[in-house]
C-alpha cells in the first residue's frame, strides 16, 4: 500500500523539482543509490521496470525507505499495463509513471488515490490523459519535444502539471530552459548516475550530483 496520497507526492514532485529515474538488478546497490539521492535532498525516487525481477527489487527498496529515509516517496516508472501497475501498487507504490498514456492504467492507480504520470507526447495525449484524471502529466521524450512544447501546451492549457523526462541534464543551461517553459519537475536519469561512479560505489559523488542539480532548480525558479 502507499504510504503517501496524492497531493503529497505532486506537492513534493513540485517541491524539490526534480524526481531522480533509476533501475539496478541488485537490491543492495539500489539501496546505496536511494539513499545517495535521499542525502542529497531529493525527496520523490522513481525505480524503473526495466530487468527481470525488477518487482523484487522494487519491494526491497520500498521496505528499505520506508524503514530508514523517512520522507523519501518511491514510486514506479516504465510501465504500460494496468496489471503491471496493479501488482507495483500492491509493494507499495507511491506513484506510476509510463512511457506512453494506457488509459486503462489511469482508474486502477485513481483507485488508490495514487498519481498515474503517463507519458505523452502530443497536446491531444495529454488532455485526454487529464480527462482520466492525470493530474501529473508526462512529456517524453523530452529531447526530442523540447521546452517550446512545454511552453506551447500551456499558453491555453495553463492548468497542466507536466514532468519531463528525456534528455534532462542537471546543467543550468538545460534546467533553466525547462523550467522557464512552465514543468512542475524533471526526471532525470544517467546524467545523475554515471556508470563509472555507480561501479566505484562513490556514492558522494551521486550525493553532491542531487544537491548541485537542486541548488540550480531553486535558483532558476526564482
Not at 43 to 52: I, L, S, V
Not at 61 to 69: G, I, P, R, S, T
Not at 80 to 90: E, I
Not at 127 to 155: H, I, N, S, T, Y
Request: glycine share 12%; charged share 20%.
Amino acid at each position: 500500500m502507499a504510504q503517501y496520497d496524492k497531493i503529497k507526492v505532486i506537492e513534493t514532485m513540485k517541491e524539490t523539482g526534480i524526481v531522480p529515474v533509476f533501475y539496478h538488478s541488485d537490491a543492495e546497490i539500489a539501496k546505496k543509490v536511494l539513499k545517495a539521492c535521499y542525502d542529497g535532498g531529493i525527496r520523490a525516487f522513481e525505480f524503473t521496470n526495466r530487468g527481470d525481477f525488477a518487482q523484487e527489487v522494487f519491494g526491497q527498496l520500498v521496505k528499505y525507505a520506508v524503514k530508514e529515509l523517512p520522507g523519501m516517496i518511491v514510486g514506479v516508472g516504465s510501465v504500460v499495463d494496468p496489471a503491471t501497475a496493479a501488482m507495483y501498487l500492491q509493494l507499495g507504490a507511491n506513484f506510476v509513471v509510463g512511457p506512453l498514456f494506457n488509459p486503462a492504467i489511469a482508474p486502477v492507480c485513481n483507485r488508490r488515490c495514487v498519481p498515474y504520470c503517463p507519458g505523452c507526447g502530443s497536446v491531444s495525449e495529454v488532455g485526454a490523459a487529464q480527462e482520466a484524471g492525470c493530474d501529473l502529466c508526462k512529456v517524453f521524450p523530452g529531447d526530442v519535444l523540447g521546452p517550446a512544447f512545454v511552453k506551447g501546451l500551456r499558453a491555453p492549457m495553463p492548468w497542466s502539471k507536466i514532468m519531463v523526462t528525456g534528455g534532462v541534464k542537471p546543467t543550468r543551461e538545460n534546467l533553466e530552459g525547462w523550467f522557464k517553459a512552465g514543468v512542475t519537475c524533471v526526471g532525470m536519469g544517467s546524467n545523475l548516475f554515471p556508470k563509472e561512479v555507480i561501479a566505484a560505489g562513490e556514492w558522494d559523488k551521486i550525493s553532491g550530483l542531487c544537491r548541485s542539480a537542486l541548488d540550480i532548480v531553486r535558483e532558476v525558479r526564482q
